[in-house]
């Protein structure tokens, strides 16, 4: 099985590489770009075995150790 875990940074938070992104983007003429998150991506390969179980150690690495639960959102899925 492979957890694929996407974090970024909460819509209401200040994110200062995101809106570089943005200006890059404007600046370099592409036109109507919206507001840019930046955030991590991460594969993690697990064993084989119970789906549950896998979700539930992963949702509670994400939240313990991959993201700041305060200023991060996180999402996954387990294949």
Do not use: W
């Amino acid at each position: 099985m492979k957890a694929k875990i996407i974090i970024t940074p909460k819509k209401a938070v200040l994110d200062p590489q995101g809106k570089t992104v943005q200006n890059a983007l404007t600046h370099m003429g592409y036109t109507g770009i919206g507001p840019v998150h930046v955030g991590k991506y991460l594969e993690i390969e697990l064993p084989d075995g119970d789906q549950a179980s896998a979700r539930k150690q992963i949702d509670d690495a994400c939240h313990k150790v991959l993201s700041n639960p305060v200023i991060e959102d996180y999402s996954f899925e387990i294949e």
